[in-house]
């Protein structure tokens, strides 16, 4: 079966930087785009970014404004996301997550990804 494993969470202070890893199997996972999302305590869940199947397109959510960034290593089956100049407002549970649609793209919409893993909490003080 698919399993995404994260890791990479934690305590940082403000400003500081995070480097969070999503580990798949049990899926061929050169073929599909993949995500990060995040969700605070009380809200929405929001995108945060995404990486095309190649790895040659991205895409962040408005908030990124260039500290994140989003790779992968298709020979590792692995995603990373590499946070900088955090803020506490960045504090959330981020989970990553796979694209169903097996497409050149990538979606930034929730619903067209179907497998999750179980999130890692990135906890941001000021």
């Known amino acids: 079966q698919v399993q995404l494993v994260e890791s990479g969470g934690g305590l940082v202070q403000s400003g500081g930087s995070l480097r969070l890893s999503c580990v798949a199997s049990?899926?061929?996972?050169?073929?599909?785009?993949m995500g990060w999302f995040r969700q605070a305590p009380g809200k929405e869940r929001e995108f945060v970014a995404a990486?095309?199947?190649?790895?040659?397109?991205?895409g962040y959510g408005y908030f990124v404004k260039g500290r994140f960034t989003i790779s992968r290593d298709n020979a590792k089956n692995t995603v990373y996301l590499q946070m900088n100049t955090l803020q506490p407002e960045d504090t959330a549970v981020y989970y990553c997550?796979?694209?169903?649609?097996?497409?050149?793209?990538?979606?930034?919409?929730?619903?067209?990804?179907?497998?999750w893993g179980q999130g890692t909490q990135v906890t941001v003080s000021s």
């Open positions: 990486i095309s199947r190649s790895g040659g397109t991205n």
């Open positions: 997550a796979r694209d169903w649609r097996n497409t050149a793209g990538y979606s930034v919409t929730s619903a067209e990804y179907d497998y």
């Open positions: 049990g899926l061929t996972f050169s073929s599909y785009a």
